[in-house]
């Protein structure tokens, strides 16, 4: 992993966590460009970030929060290098705020996606940025927020993947779009930053165990008139 760090102000043992992985797994075959393609719009935009974090930074703007930006080594290999950085890294679970993870961002003509948005507040604060965002389930992918969310962390991944085209090859990254992805990935933790109101996890509804049917209540016993097959008495108690 290779992770650098922006001192908060006023919490600097909270931390907002930016993640993106920039290799392709280090133990699967190498690839000819060696797997630096995979994700390299997200590594371009987590860079972007760190260094117009820095050049605020250098202005004398400083978050009240640490920001923590972390390049994931064995991305591929079930986000291994996050469960590195969580167990060696020194930030303890609770004092991580939020985490916004990066992956396979710069497609041109597609949605902005928001994993496991649906978990957390943090889709809300991507569609304050970006209406168009729609929030996903992971499905049968593990990304690499998933072991942040299990430690009770809100987290999300973003992601933009290119759509192949109707003979599959796949478009090269918009440039365009990942201007946009940095714009919105800077704004939003440095809004998290800095703002007293922690992002909060949502928990999932459960569905309601089904009831269990009610017997109807037995019927009464017939009267004696009604045995013998005799009309009733009107006049009878």
Not at 74 to 91: K, M, N, T, V
Not at 148 to 162: C, G, K, N, S
Not at 179 to 187: S, V
Request: hydrophobic share 40%; with cysteine.
């Amino acid at each position: 992993n290779v992770i650098g760090r922006l001192a908060g102000g006023r919490r600097p043992e909270q931390a907002i966590v930016v993640v993106t992985h920039w290799d392709a797994g280090a133990l699967s075959e190498p690839l000819p460009e060696g797997g630096g393609l995979e994700d390299a719009g997200s590594l371009a935009v987590l860079l972007s970030v760190a260094e117009m974090s820095g050049r605020w930074r250098s202005a004398g703007r400083r978050p009240d929060r640490s920001i923590v930006f972390v390049a994931e080594a064995a991305g591929s290999l079930s986000h291994r290098g996050i469960d590195q950085f969580i167990e060696a890294s020194g930030i303890r679970p609770a004092n991580i705020v939020a985490v916004v993870c990066l992956e396979q961002l710069g497609g041109p003509d597609s949605d902005l996606l928001v994993v496991d948005g649906n978990r957390s507040s943090l889709y809300k604060e991507v569609t304050s940025l970006d209406s168009t965002a729609r929030a996903i389930t992971p499905g049968g992918h593990r990304y690499g927020h998933a072991a942040f969310l299990e430690l009770r962390v809100p987290a999300i991944t973003l992601t933009r993947p290119a759509l192949p085209e109707p003979d599959g090859t796949i478009p090269p990254l918009s440039m365009a779009a990942l201007r946009r992805d940095a714009e919105l990935t800077f704004r939003m933790i440095w809004d998290l930053a800095d703002r007293a109101e922690l992002p909060r996890l949502i928990e999932p509804e459960l569905e309601a165990p089904p009831s269990t049917p009610v017997a109807p209540p037995p019927a009464p016993a017939p009267t004696p008139a009604e045995r013998s097959g005799a009309p009733p008495d009107p006049l009878a108690p």
